[in-house]
């Protein structure tokens, strides 16, 4: 007999355990839109420059292609393929997947991406050279992208490099979440998301 899906309103005592640690904004944690199915790692790819993960659950517990995935500690990465009871996973640790984010303090519009070499550390990009940016700095999602919650935090900048041959900084920040020890996670299922995509998407046609 299958079980039912493990799936956790955001506004619930479980999941606000998780999103405790996240600190995440009332507004995002208040909202009713999403909600969070817990899944087991299954297989985790980390020596390729685009990594993957599978999990244990699938289209029988409501997994969709598309969906964020997060753990306790931050952004994992987004749902790729799904079949009946396993979904696949593109990982952070992933070089052509990008994560919308702010820098916290000055609510910068941003993005992170992999590099393809430490997993512990990835690149903020398109920050541009006339801001004031310092290391330390928290990394957090934007919810542009609507898969994830605004607020989740990514990483702390570690090195900001002005001397390039671009009008944007090079950044490099820590990463909050451990690939290395990864066992569960949580896909997030946004009620909302078709209609806002399908939204966007009339209005782009015009």
């Known amino acids: 007999i299958r079980r039912p899906p493990r799936s956790t309103p955001l506004y619930s005592s479980a999941a606000s355990d998780v999103y405790k640690r996240q600190n995440l904004y009332n507004d995002s944690l208040n909202s009713y839109s999403f909600s969070l199915i817990e899944a087991e790692v299954i297989n985790n790819s980390l020596r390729k420059t685009k990594n993957y993960i599978t999990i244990n659950r699938g289209s029988k ?98 090195s900001i490099n002005s001397d390039v041959n671009s009008n944007f900084y090079d950044i490099e920040i820590s990463s909050s979440q451990n690939f290395y020890n990864l066992s569960k996670v949580y896909v997030i299922n946004n009620s909302m998301y078709e209609e806002k995509k399908n939204l966007e998407k009339r209005t782009d046609e015009e």
């Open 61 to 158: 517990d409501g997994i969709k292609e598309g969906m964020g995935v997060i753990s306790s500690l931050g952004i994992v990465g987004k749902i790729k393929y799904v079949s009946d009871n396993f979904s696949t996973i593109i990982s952070l640790l992933n070089t052509s997947f990008f994560v919308s984010s702010l820098i916290e303090e000055s609510r910068t519009l941003s993005s992170v991406n992999w590099d393809g070499s430490d997993p512990t550390r990835l690149k903020l990009l398109y920050v541009p050279k006339h801001l004031d940016i310092v290391e330390g700095a928290k990394i957090i999602s934007s919810s542009f992208d609507a898969i994830y919650p605004k607020g989740l935090l990514i990483g702390k900048i570690t």
